[in-house]
């Protein structure tokens, strides 16, 4: 066992961590009306980060999942609304494409992922269907050559900057979970349309998608009905990068925590000279280093995605501790911390999502007392669960 980065793995941090805290963090105010960061998009196009996930063979540079995590913590320690955007090109959407679309749509698209000029959408959400999933209603009926794709779904991130949507989807009617596939959809394709659009506390904005008859080559239908098992493989992803972000919230808060107390006067003292709020701190740094440990070994156990039950562990686990991390911040700075002028509530805002995308955490609960219901031996204790 080795709780120790690689040369490389530290290389991807420092030249990520320079770019967001010289270039990201003076703008990170002004994409909370919901300005997409195409500016620090197209910087990170520049270094790479991009095409993080995308593999070589497309132009990318193909690193694992723990590299993408490393790299997303970064870039949330200052600004939320980019660390989202990149979620979308390197997480679980990137994945769906590279894993299951035909060479000639990975051909098409992936290149332009990397380069920063194809942003990625994915639809699952539905109006009456968030976590039940079971009761998607979007289906696309499959032609002889073409396949026709009806349906809403909404909360949907990018949906207007998306070059193309990555949609869940009931294939021929089928029922239930065994009746869900997934579509590739393009920009501009007739039918499609963006018909609603909410801004969230995070900054950025939610749309909902209308599919009306959008007519797509077969080749577009990636996977079929029985898909979801290994679309919900892949998602397992999006369990150890969604935290990434909450555990770069919460660093970022209390770096500036800590900064704040340093400088603080009251009553012919400094913060740092008050017990109570030193403790504070120390339980902050606490939790943010147990978490860390968890996600980066849920990470560690991607091959090609991460392990279910660890990544559900690391998922809540972080998300939790961003919430009480960013509160604890805005504490420490008084009033000051409820204002615009200070950061810190905003990365209270982005952590707010954390425990709602992703998987929330009522559902990864069940999926973890399923695991050990199923799987915990009485006589050999928690290391029968198989996590070590
Ligand atoms: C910032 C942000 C970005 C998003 N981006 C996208 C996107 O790009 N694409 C996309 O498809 N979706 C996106 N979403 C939507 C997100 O995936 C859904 O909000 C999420 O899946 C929950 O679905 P829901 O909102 O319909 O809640 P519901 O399914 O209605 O759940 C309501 C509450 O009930 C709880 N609950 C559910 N099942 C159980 C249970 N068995 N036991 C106990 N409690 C339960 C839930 O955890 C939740 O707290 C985004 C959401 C946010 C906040």
């Not at 209308?210 to 007519?215: H, Q, S």
Request: net charge negative; glycine share 10%; charged share 25%.
């Amino acid at each position: 066992m080795e709780f120790k980065l690689t040369d490389s793995q530290r290389e991807y941090v420092d030249a990520v961590r320079a770019l967001a805290q010289k270039d990201f963090k003076p703008r990170a105010l002004s994409y909370m009306d919901g300005t997409f960061p195409w500016e620090n998009m197209k910087q990170l196009a520049e270094i790479g980060v991009l095409g993080m996930t995308v593999s070589e063979e497309f132009g990318g540079l193909g690193l694992p999942i723990f590299e993408t995590a490393l790299i997303l913590e970064e870039i949330a320690k200052v600004c939320y609304p980019t660390a989202m955007a990149v979620l979308g090109e390197a997480g679980v959407q990137t994945r769906i494409i590279e894993t299951y679309a035909p060479r000639s749509i990975r051909e098409r698209i992936l290149p332009r992922v990397v380069s920063g000029d194809a942003i990625l959408a994915i639809c699952m959400t539905e109006p009456h269907a968030g976590t039940d999933v079971a009761n998607y209603r979007t289906n696309t009926r499959l032609g002889m050559t073409h396949a026709r794709v009806n349906g809403v779904k909404t909360l949907i991130s990018r949906a207007k900057e998306a070059a193309m949507f990555v949609v869940f989807t009931r294939v021929d009617d089928q029922p239930g979970r065994d009746g869900i596939g997934c579509v590739l959809i393009e920009q501009g394709t007739p039918g499609l349309e963006v018909t609603a659009s909410y801004h969230t506390m995070g900054g950025e904005f939610l749309h909902e998608v209308r599919f009306d008859n959008v007519e797509v080559p077969l080749e577009n239908v990636v996977l079929k009905e029985g898909g979801f098992r290994k679309l919900m493989n892949a998602f397992n992803t999006q369990r150890c990068l969604n935290p990434s972000i909450s555990l770069g919230l919460a660093e970022g808060a209390f770096e500036e925590a800590v900064n704040y107390t340093r400088q603080r006067g009251i009553f012919g003292k400094t913060l740092t000279d008050f017990q109570g709020l030193r403790w504070k701190l120390a339980d902050m740094y606490r939790e943010i280093e147990a978490a860390r440990s968890i996600l980066y070994r849920a990470c560690a156990s991607a091959n090609p995605f991460p392990d279910p039950l660890l990544a559900a562990v690391a998922k809540i686990t972080c998300n939790e501790m961003a919430l009480r991390v960013t509160t604890d911040a805005i504490q420490v700075h008084g009033g000051y911390g409820f204002t615009d002028e200070y950061p810190v509530s905003r990365f209270y805002r982005g952590a707010r999502y954390g425990t709602l995308g992703g998987g929330a955490t009522e559902t990864l609960k069940d999926l973890i007392a399923k695991r050990i219901l199923d799987g915990l031996d009485p006589t050999e204790g928690v290391l029968s669960l198989d996590t070590f």
